[in-house]
């Protein structure tokens, strides 16, 4: 009777350690792992309809995830666009509105701005950096780099400039990897490092910034994969096609032809990654608390991205230089297989983390994004329907695309500053932006307007300088 009750009450304590273990389990602060690619355009990836790329684990991912058809960046470029990741505001508010060149006096200044991962730290979480930060060019004070942001590891970031890539060790500009293999590609090294991030800090909760250097420009790949795709591109345009547009000729692989051998090959290397990223999670029981995020920072270039239907590309406000592919995993949270069309933007993921995780930064911070927790989790609708864009190109000095934009509902307003004309579109009807309606609805275009001018007024958005003499720089963003 006594070893009865004892296995009675055994099991009653084991019951109640279970649903303590549970409720702990329940309440425990995920984990977020941010992947980001460079300069992917919206159509690349098979789940968003691409035939050429071979992307597996991201249409795997994909359909696990809340895939989203109207995210945004807030910047067609770099450094404007990782700005707003960092700290939740648009770029014209901070002042970074370009990419950073190698000599600049901008840069994130961590005495002034309260970065996502600092946010986090202050609640108990590990924080690192793998790859590409370019929000200080400074390389020898890196007195606005990622160590000075708080990040409590940085791995891979780049010592010197890196615009024009350096795919393969020994690597030039990135002296945080000391060691390698011969022949060794830098995304795989990457994603191996990421791997190894996540299995290191599996029993804390844990923040990492996975910003690949692919697929930016110069392109380069591993070439038995390159040959791949190539012989896939000769099977697709004919025998010879692929030598003729990206061989010795083509030393950097630039084609207007959207189906690209080298991008191609870059991009398999990232879905390798992401793939072995997603086991590594599983394998160490943490896929079904980690907020898993793919995104990019701006849309592909002309020469070489596809964009798909969308207009334009990297470093324009159409469409193509803005809208891009992103897919979001919380296992049990968010319901697999969705696809929300909700315009969304990359202000909005500071205060969807800090939600997450339960820290408060009010106070701390201004804020320009929302919390999206209510539309990943419960499918509500956002408290929010005015998305903003300033674009001064003040590093670029391309007079044609110096611009600004507003998008509120079906509706999105650009300005252009080289001679102020206005383009209306309707985004729902017409995604190609083809047809401007600007003198055809003049009272939205008026309302759009107005909006435009109060919000560049509130932020004090830089005046671009207008100076058609000045020869434009390279796209290095």
Not at 115 to 124: F, P
Not at 405 to 433: C, M, P, Q, T
Request: charged share 25%.
């Amino acid at each position: 009777m006594k070893t009865k009750n004892l296995k009675i009450l055994g099991g009653i304590c084991l019951a109640m350690i279970s649903a303590n273990l549970f409720a702990q389990n329940k309440d425990k602060k995920p984990n977020i792992v941010f992947i980001m690619a460079d300069d992917l355009g919206y159509g690349e990836l098979g789940s968003y309809g691409n035939t050429f790329s071979e992307t597996p684990n991201l249409d795997k991912l994909a359909t696990q995830s809340m895939r989203f058809t109207q995210a945004y960046v807030a910047a067609p470029i770099c450094s404007p666009s990782r700005v707003a990741l960092m700290t939740g505001q648009y770029p014209a508010r901070v002042g970074i509105t370009d990419f950073l060149p190698a000599k600049t006096d901008r840069w994130l200044d961590p005495a002034k701005y309260f970065t996502i991962n600092e946010a986090l730290g202050q609640v108990g979480y590990h924080t690192g950096i793998i790859g590409k930060w370019h929000l200080d060019t400074d390389y020898i004070t890196n007195k606005g780099g990622p160590k000075a942001h708080g990040f409590d590891e940085v791995i891979g970031s780049e010592t010197k400039y890196i615009g024009d890539g350096d795919y393969f060790f020994p690597y030039d500009k990135i002296s945080t990897f000391p060691t390698g293999k011969e022949n060794e590609y830098l995304t795989d090294r990457q994603s191996e490092e990421a791997c190894k991030y996540i299995e290191r800090n599996k029993d804390q909760p844990f923040y990492l910034y996975l910003a690949y250097y692919s697929v930016h420009t110069s392109l380069d790949a591993p070439e038995s994969i390159v040959n791949k795709y190539k012989q896939k591109f000769d099977k697709k345009y004919g025998a010879g096609s692929a030598e003729k547009l990206y061989g010795k000729e083509n030393p950097n692989h630039n084609s207007k032809n959207v189906d690209n051998p080298y991008l191609a090959a870059m991009l398999e290397r990232i879905d390798s990654g992401v793939g072995s990223i997603m086991e590594t999670l599983k394998a160490n029981h943490l896929d079904e608390n980690t907020i898993l995020v793919f995104f990019s920072d701006n849309g592909g270039p002309a020469k070489t991205g596809n964009n798909g239907v969308l207009r334009a590309g990297k470093s324009w406000l159409y469409e193509g230089g803005i809208r891009e592919p992103l897919i979001v995993r919380w296992t049990g949270k968010i319901k697999p297989g969705t696809v929300n069309d909700t315009p969304i933007s990359s202000v909005d993921f500071y205060p969807t983390f800090t939600s997450a995780a339960g820290a408060d930064v009010k106070g701390k911070e201004l804020l320009d994004g929302v919390n999206l927790l209510p539309l990943w989790v419960n499918d509500k609708k956002l408290d929010r329907d005015v998305l903003f864009w300033h674009y001064p190109s003040e590093t670029g000095q391309w007079t044609n695309k110096m611009s600004s934009a507003v998008r509120k509902g079906d509706f999105k307003l650009i300005e252009f500053y080289n001679d102020h004309h206005l383009e209306l579109y309707n985004i729902k009807n017409d995604i190609s932006e083809k047809n401007n309606l600007a003198k055809e609805l003049p009272a939205k275009t008026k309302e759009l307007k107005k909006l435009l001018d109060d919000w560049r007024t509130e932020v004090n958005a830089e005046v671009p300088v207008i100076n058609k003499n000045a020869k434009a720089k390279k796209e290095d963003g």
